[in-house]
């Protein structure tokens, strides 16, 4: 098969790769894909994992060779710690994804005032949009995600915490 060997499409596959743990986004929404280069007929994708210890970043790099492998291209895949992804790197469109499958996207720059100083941000309930929120659990239905609930709409939800 010949596949089309070009930044382009390399991207265009890597939109079909989903993040494991929010499969309504991809790792394009996610930001995660650093670069993208083709070297001796092969396609080299950088990634960075959204924090090291996920164990969902392994399903991804598998995930990333699969799609490209059915469309008859080869890759190497690269992971690169630093600089950290954060979630500021997260696409707009990303963020909307995130929230219409019912979790609250991140909030704010990871360098906001707020988070300096050590106080909790503050989470929007992505169901009715109130500010009206607490934490109930550090942890989610996965560590990337703490649980939430609204005191307004009385609905649990997971916060997107992964930084
Ligand atoms: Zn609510």
Redesign the pocket.
Known sequence: MDAILNQKNIYDLLEQVPDPEVPALSIIDLGIVRNVEIENGKAVVTITPTYTGCPAMDMIEVNIKAVLQENGIESEIISVLSPAWTTDWMSEEGKQKLKAFGIAPPVGKTTDKLSLLGEEKLVK?P??N?NNTQMISQFGSTACKSLFK?N??L?PFDYFKCH
């Open positions: 309930c169901i009715c109130s609204c307004d709409c609905e």
